[in-house]
């Protein structure tokens, strides 16, 4: 069941969602904030992200520098 508001604004055929509101919606505004707070974003978490996000830049360049090697 969906519940709630939707803003749109209608311009030359298109259409843009511009706001919207639920009674049921799961955003919490201070999970989400970077701002200091009883439950601030740890910037620390970024560096393992980053970490493994990178992980297959560095599988994909070994794999293009063994490639070059051998051809």
């Known amino acids: 069941m969906v519940a ?5 604004k209608l311009y030359k055929g298109g259409v843009h969602v511009v706001g919207r ?4 919606s799961l955003y919490d505004q201070d999970l989400v904030t970077f701002e200091e707070g009883a439950v601030a974003y740890d ?3 970024a560096a393992g992200f980053i970490k493994l996000n990178a992980l297959r830049l560095r599988t994909l360049a070994k794999r293009r520098k063994k490639a070059a090697q051998k051809g």
Do not use: M, Q, T
């Not at 509101?21 to 049921?24: A, G, L, Y």
């Open 4 to 8: 709630g508001r939707a803003r749109l």
């Open 43 to 45: 910037h620390n978490d």
């Open 21 to 24: 509101d639920s009674p049921n």
